[in-house]
């Protein structure tokens, strides 16, 4: 009876905490992020003081993280109502930018690969994207071709968004930082 | 059901234990990190030019792929390290990673305020064991301090549109990082 209590106990520990790193480590569960509408950054990840959850991360990854003075980058794998964002719907990001010497998106697939296209258009530079006269902007991701500006999805079934800003005075406070307003991200027309 | 609740807490307690021990061994752990990934495009201490990502493949996944990547991945036990990069029209940033991918120091063209960016890297050791006159002369220079002997330097010069990749990347051909004559 002992040593069943005792097995018991040692598999539960292996088995969540290996879990629980697993997770966390692939940037599952937000543990150290900081979300803002649809995107998710990892705050001060380009510093030295990078926080162990970060820097599991991007160790596991193979990344380089953006440092501080070069820019920062936000993920977006889900819309403004947290559905995963599906290749295969027209993925809408529009709004207004932050203030930035140049910013750029950039699509990828579900395991962070650029995605095969013939016109080999994987994002834009704020140099080359049209901009509304508003000074906003509206990107689309979508299967099909479309006038403005349009990232082919491929049809793929999982993509990430990723939009960095660089040289850019962008400070983070808090977990949910209301003092940086990133673009919209909404879906339509999903098969 | 009772006589397994005490088990099962006193898992959790470990597996939170568990948790954070692997989180914290994670970059030390890691067996396909940045610095390993870069070993493979050539010897330290030398630049070396990122492939332009794919769909098929990234040497370092998920870098911007409007950027022209150099890199110059470096052994201190040489010696100090010179690295000069000559800035492009548009933006270039030099940024510097400990063997762990950890980002200690990145700097920007607009940061340095100069058509180059040439500054010395050295461990704390050999900033400390520099003379002291040369010090104040060297004022004007930028020194980094690498916390470890091993790292990477990244070069990156922004390509504002796909026609200018050439231009940029002509530009950053001239980036040099080498041992100190």
């Known amino acids: ?191 | 059901m009772r006589r397994y609740l005490l088990p099962v807490l006193a898992g959790l307690v470990l597996g939170g234990i568990v948790h954070i021990v692997t989180t914290l061994a994670m970059p030390q752990l890691a067996l396909d990190n940045a610095f390993v990934r870069l070993s493979k495009l050539g010897p330290a201490n030398s630049v070396q030019f990122l492939p332009d990502a794919t769909p098929e493949e990234a040497i370092i996944p998920r870098a911007d792929p409007a950027f022209i990547n150099a890199v110059c991945r470096y052994n201190l036990d040489a010696g100090v390290l010179k690295v000069r990069v000559p800035t492009s029209a548009d933006y270039t940033s030099v940024s510097f990673y400990t063997r762990r991918g950890l980002a200690y120091y990145s700097i920007n063209d607009h940061a340095a305020g100069q058509r180059t960016i040439e500054l010395q890297l050295m461990t704390p050791a050999q900033r400390a064991a520099l003379p002291e006159d040369e010090e104040i002369t060297r004022a004007d220079r930028l020194i980094v301090e690498s916390p470890t002997t091993e790292g990477i330097v990244l070069i990156r010069g922004f390509v504002r549109e796909p026609g200018n990749r050439t231009r940029v990347r002509e530009r950053l051909a001239n980036v040099s990082c080498a041992p100190e004559s």
């Not at chain 1, 629980?20 to 900081?34: D, H, K, N, P």
């Not at chain 1, 803002?36 to 001060?44: F, H, L, N, R, V």
């Not at chain 1, 960095?164 to 977990?175: E, K, S, V």
Request: proline share 5%.
């Open chain 1, 1 to 191: 009876m002992r040593i069943t209590a005792i097995l018991l106990a040692v598999a539960v520990g292996v088995v969540s905490g290996l879990g629980l790193t697993w997770l966390a480590s692939a940037g599952a569960l937000g543990f150290g992020t900081v979300k803002i509408g649809a995107w998710t950054t990892w705050p001060k990840s380009g510093t030295p003081e990078a926080d162990p959850y970060s820097r599991a991360f991007y160790a596991r990854s193979g990344e380089l993280p953006l440092g501080s003075t070069d820019g920062i980058a936000f993920t977006a794998t889900a819309d403004d109502n947290g559905a995963a964002l599906n290749g295969r719907c027209d993925i809408h990001i529009a709004g207004r930018m932050p203030a930035a010497r140049f910013w750029t998106l950039t699509l990828y697939d579900g395991q962070g690969r650029l995605i095969e296209n013939a016109s080999e258009r994987h994002g834009y530079t704020s140099a080359e994207v049209l901009w509304k006269p508003d000074s906003q902007i509206e990107i689309v991701l979508a299967t099909r071709a479309r006038g403005g500006n349009w990232i082919p999805t491929g049809g793929r079934e999982r993509v990430s968004a990723v939009l960095r800003f660089y040289d850019a005075p962008i400070g983070l406070t808090g977990r949910s930082s209301n003092t940086v307003e990133l673009p919209a991200v909404w879906q339509e027309f999903c098969p």
